[in-house]
């Protein structure tokens, strides 16, 4: 019965291969989002979508591309990843833009 | 850009003190959270105060909202070891994306 679950937990890539990291809320939420956490952990919004519709886009970089195919999903594809991409991604969910979110347990990349 | 700045950046006590923990920023905003990480997990929310509120209570945790000095305060009362975890603030500004600005945290150490 987890909230906002994120897959994989742990990702270990080379340098230049593509992946994703999947997203879904069971809350019945609108709103979705993606973050991502470095080192410092600072933790910066990258994405938002609102019933499928992206609203929110900061600067990330184009191999950067989320996808949501329902209201409940929040793909994120990485293609030609880096080794500053290294990172812990957070997905959450709120149940419309002003209100609380919700994160999931976040998935930790290392590009080798 | 970054929005919220914690002081201080890490605070040490014993068990059964109170903590504060301070938050300023820098533009206008709908409302402003509060968060948790504990090390390893993803965030959860603590509480969410709104422009037009000074003060909220949730249990041991008090917040105050300072719109003119634009500057927050947590205070954690009665601490526990199970307190020990970062602890962000976020923003959501007035009258643009909506999106969460997160501050780079307090890191909160509560000895037994």
């Known amino acids: 019965d987890t909230a906002v679950s994120q897959t994989p937990k742990y990702l270990v890539t080379q340098m230049g291969n593509d992946k994703s990291i999947k997203c879904e809320q069971n809350?019945?939420?609108?709103?979705m989002y993606w973050y991502k956490q470095d080192s410092k952990k600072f933790l910066k919004i990258m994405f938002s979508?609102?019933?499928?519709?992206?609203?929110i886009n900061e600067t990330v970089p184009n191999r950067f591309s989320p996808k949501s195919p329902d209201k409940a999903h929040l793909n994120l594809h990485i293609n030609s990843l880096e080794l500053g991409d290294s990172a812990v991604y957070f997905c959450?969910?709120?149940?419309?833009?002003?209100?609380?979110?919700?994160f999931g347990p976040g998935t930790r990349l290392l590009v080798l | 850009s970054q929005q919220g700045e914690e002081d201080p950046q890490a605070l040490s006590i014993q068990e059964g003190e109170n903590a504060t923990m301070n938050c300023s920023y820098k533009t206008s905003i709908n409302n402003l959270q509060w968060y948790r990480q504990n090390s390893g997990r993803g965030l959860v929310h603590l509480i969410l105060i709104r422009s037009n509120e000074r003060e909220k209570h949730s249990g041991r945790l008090r917040v105050t909202l300072d719109t003119s000095k634009k500057s927050s305060s947590l205070l954690i009362t009665a601490s526990r070891a199970a307190d020990t975890a970062s602890y962000f603030c976020?923003?959501?500004?007035?009258?643009?994306?909506?999106?969460?600005?997160f501050g780079k945290g307090t890191k909160l150490t509560v000895n037994p």
């Open positions: 976020a923003t959501e500004e007035q009258g643009g994306s909506e999106k969460l600005v």
């Open positions: 809350l019945g939420h609108d709103t």
């Open positions: 959450a969910s709120s149940l419309n833009r002003q209100e609380t979110q919700y």
């Open positions: 979508y609102n019933n499928k519709e992206l609203i």
